[in-house]
Structures are given as C-alpha cells and as structure tokens.
C-alpha cells in the first residue's frame, strides 16, 4: 500500500535508462524527453537501448518515431505522444534537411 515506492513491472511506470527521466503516466514505451525507448522483443530477450533515428508520417498529422536498437540493430516505429518533446521531435523531422549528401545550392540551379 505504499505509494512512494513504484514496482518494475507497474505497467505505467517508464524508467529513461539514457536520460534518467521517470513517468509515470503510461504504458508507453518511449521517453517524453530524449524519445529513446527500450527494446522489448518478443522474447524478452534484447532490452537494451533505443535511439529515436527518425519521424515517419503516416497519415495526416500522424507521425510515428522510428527507433533502433543500439545492440541488435532491429527498427521499430510506434505512435508519437501529446506529451513527447515537441524541440526533440522537430530536431529528428528536420535532420535529413540539415544534413543533405549533396550540396543545396544545387537546387538553385532547378
Ligand atoms: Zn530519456
Ligand atoms: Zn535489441
């Protein structure tokens, strides 16, 4: 009956391994702050870290974040949150624009 102690498997309770933030407004399955995620296989077998590496649209005003597991590799992508950081989202939607591989004044030349 205690509430100043909160179970592991309280199913809404997120524990940020990367960033430390702790929520507790869930399920969820990805940090509002940094947007990193744990992997959780099938077989409960991975659990190790997931970077955010991208926003996928699905729909109008829809995003989903892509994550990838910085030990197995595997991608994922899951549903953005009201409550996800708005700044770290935008950086993640405009990174491929700030980091062409090809020069923009080419496209002065169109
Ligand atoms: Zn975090
Ligand atoms: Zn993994």
């Known amino acids: 009956m205690s509430h100043t102690t909160t179970h592991r498997t309280d199913p809404t309770a997120f524990h940020c391994s990367y960033c430390g933030t702790s929520t507790y407004d869930g399920p969820r399955d990805h940090c509002p702050q940094c947007l990193h995620a744990r992997h959780q296989d099938d077989a409960g077998l991975c659990g190790a870290s997931?970077?955010?590496?991208?926003?996928?649209?699905?729909?109008?005003?829809e995003w989903r974040l892509v994550h990838r597991c910085t030990t197995c590799a595997t991608l994922t992508s899951s549903p953005v949150r009201a409550d996800d950081h708005q700044v770290a989202l935008m950086?993640?939607?405009v990174r491929p624009l700030a980091q062409p591989p090809f020069p923009l004044d080419l496209l002065g030349r169109i």
């Open 50 to 61: 997931m970077a955010p590496l991208a926003v996928a649209v699905h729909g109008p005003g």
């Open 91 to 93: 950086a993640l939607a």
